[in-house]
């Protein structure tokens, strides 16, 4: 049988074409398993970034509980009459008497650096104990004018307090992003969102008030209970 030369041509075009079209069919196959590679890495990658991220938080978690467990042993030892358990700091330091004035002690757990601060809780006036002529007093002292200092101590307990509970001096909380909290406070920062504590005077008062002594006033001796923290964790 024979094929003329516009025949051949013809069907030449149609298998170039057929080529053409399975080269490009190929090349989008690769790419797209490309791209499922691709992607597949970097999600496998983000998960075990996840679980190292994880591991490390359970870690410090795990070394934080050591180091607060360290600080009571420290506290403990003071008041053995042998003093046989282990102390925080040098054995200079242990021959003083001891002042947890909230300075960082070092030391090193499980290969990382941790700084513990342990502050007596000794004459700080309780947040969620005090009554209002005692936090009147404070803040007068620290130079609020009686109306100031009314008004703030008025918003202390009012922050306070449980709902419902009368509110004489109509503690404005407008000046504050968040409204009154009406339960006690859980740390000292959430003086902070009091109406009538400025941010100064926030921070001159952080180092006269707690949340943990539980004590309506000042305490004239020195007591037994005492706030612990982790200052830091460095690896």
């Not at 069907?11 to 989008?28: E, P």
């Not at 009154?180 to 009538?196: M, Y």
Request: proline share 6%; with cysteine.
């Amino acid at each position: 049988m024979k094929f003329s030369s516009e025949s051949t041509s013809i069907l030449q075009g149609r298998h170039r074409s057929k080529n053409g079209f399975a080269l490009v069919t190929v090349i989008w196959g690769l790419a797209l398993i490309t791209l499922l590679i691709v992607s597949y890495s970097s999600a496998a990658r983000l998960r075990l970034q996840m679980a190292f991220n994880l591991a490390q938080a359970a870690q410090a978690d795990l070394i934080a509980d050591a180091a607060l467990g360290r600080a009571a042993l420290s506290l403990l030892s003071e008041s053995e009459p042998n003093g046989t358990l282990p102390q925080l700091g040098d054995a200079a330091a242990r021959q003083d008497r001891v002042v947890h004035d909230g300075a960082p002690k070092f030391c090193s757990l499980a290969e990382a650096a941790v700084a513990i601060s342990i502050e007596d809780e000794n004459g700080k006036v309780d947040l969620n104990a005090a009554p209002q002529k005692l936090l009147h007093t404070l803040l007068a002292g620290l130079g609020l004018q009686a109306r100031e200092a009314d008004a703030a101590a008025a918003s202390v307990i009012a922050f306070r307090s449980a709902p419902g509970t009368p509110d004489p001096q109509q503690a404005d909380a407008s000046e504050k992003p968040f409204g009154l909290k009406r339960a006690p406070f859980q740390t000292i920062t959430e003086l902070d969102q009091v109406p009538g504590v400025s941010p100064m005077l926030f921070k001159r008062l952080s180092s006269l008030v707690t949340v943990h002594s539980r004590n309506p006033g000042s305490i004239p001796r020195p007591p037994r209970r005492r706030s612990c923290s982790v200052a830091g964790i460095l690896h």
